[in-house]
């Protein structure tokens, strides 16, 4: 079922009642979903999501009732991994005062991280048609060519499958391209990214190619800390190299 926002998307001016800015809007969402920009805010207003009133000046104004929304979006694509198009059909459902049944957080866990295959040691990752990737990272035919081309996404199969990390993948390519950062320029990201998996599989190679079971397994468990790590290592690196104070 539908929650309704708590914490920032619900709290301070726009709870009281009052119509607020996009900044505004913004600093509610960001307590739940850090990662929103104010592209992405008026994005949704573009796919007639929210409908934002507005001033004389051309000002948007968000209500209440527009905050709700938007949380609910958000949550929707994060927790649940639906496309705008099968959001709109559950909120235009709810606004009928229509119960509204999403994917369970476990079964949202199998498509992400696959489900186990009969012999019960090996993951099959979810796969996602070409279709079902744009729809999903919001991003047009001819973006995804053009990243196709640079490299900085390829099907994971010969039928043309994706994987679900493609979909943040492509999200990120299309935010960093909102501030100029053109596909050329992400090579090097690519590059830097191949070469600290590499690392990573050397080190859980071993553990791979052992016979027992819960060895191959706790591979897996380490090479995802290790990746986390790594992250996080690149992350403090360019805000050090930047003078920026961490997040």
Do not use: C
Not at 34 to 57: C, D, H, N, Y
Not at 220 to 235: D, F, M, Q
């Amino acid at each position: 079922m539908l929650r309704t926002p708590t914490g920032g998307a619900g709290h301070g001016a726009a709870a009281a009642g009052e119509l607020v800015s996009i900044g505004t809007v913004l600093n509610h969402l960001r307590d739940e979903f850090p990662e929103v920009t104010i592209s992405k805010i008026r994005f949704l207003e573009a796919e007639g999501l929210v409908e934002p009133q507005r001033t004389a000046s051309g000002y948007r104004k968000f209500s209440p009732r527009d905050v709700e929304r938007l949380a609910q979006i958000l949550r929707m694509q994060r927790d649940h991994y639906l496309p705008l198009k099968v959001i709109r059909e559950h909120l235009d459902a709810l606004e009928r005062g229509e119960q509204v049944k999403l994917p369970s957080p476990s079964a949202q866990r199998d498509l992400l991280d696959g489900a186990w295959d009969a012999d019960g040691e090996r993951p099959t990752a979810a796969r996602l048609g070409r279709a079902e990737l744009l729809a999903a990272a919001e991003v047009t035919e001819v973006e995804l060519v053009e990243w196709e081309s640079y490299g900085l996404i390829a099907p994971v199969d010969d039928g043309g499958g994706y994987d679900a990390e493609t979909v943040t993948v492509a999200k990120l390519v299309a935010d960093l391209g909102r501030f100029g950062l053109e596909p050329r320029h992400l090579r090097a990201v690519k590059a830097a990214a191949e070469r600290e998996a590499g690392l990573i599989e050397q080190m859980v190679a071993p553990l791979r190619r052992h016979r027992n079971p819960q060895t191959r397994a706790h591979a897996e468990a380490t090479a995802k800390e290790l990746a986390g790590l790594s992250v996080r290592l690149h992350a403090a690196l360019v805000q050090t190299a930047l003078g920026l104070r961490p997040q």
